[in-house]
């Protein structure tokens, strides 16, 4: 059975950074297309960023272009955000999915970032 963990979650200024992970179990790792999305009460899921198999491909919403960056381990079956110049409006439960983007099979529980003001 698939599982994703993520951490590295938590409270953080703005301006500050942030690193998540997100630790996969129960699939071909090294073959999926992994992504990150985020929600904040009231909203829908937001696409944040992708990327392929080996990490030649990558993708970020316009929001975070530029401050964030995926990555990914295929030796450790887990993919990374790397978030800084965080904002205010950053604020949500962040999730790790696999699939391509809008066509996710699998999701992880979801983390908290605080980004405060």
């Known amino acids: 059975q698939v599982q994703l963990v993520e951490s590295g979650g938590g409270l953080v200024q703005t301006g500050g950074s942030l690193r998540l992970s997100c630790a996969a179990s129960g699939l071909t790792f090294s073959s999926k297309r992994m992504n990150w999305l985020r929600q904040t009460p009231g909203k829908e899921r937001e696409f944040v960023a992708t990327?392929?198999?080996?990490?030649?491909?990558?993708s970020y919403a316009d929001s975070v272009k530029g401050r964030f960056t995926i990555s990914r381990d295929n030796a450790k079956s887990t993919v990374y955000l790397q978030m800084n110049s965080l904002k205010p409006e950053d604020t949500a439960v962040y999730y790790c999915?696999?699939?391509?983007?809008?066509?996710?099979?699998?999701w992880g529980q979801g983390i908290q970032v605080t980004v405060s003001s």
């Open positions: 990327i392929n198999w080996n990490g030649v491909y990558t």
């Open positions: 999915a696999v699939g391509l983007p809008g066509n996710y099979n699998n």
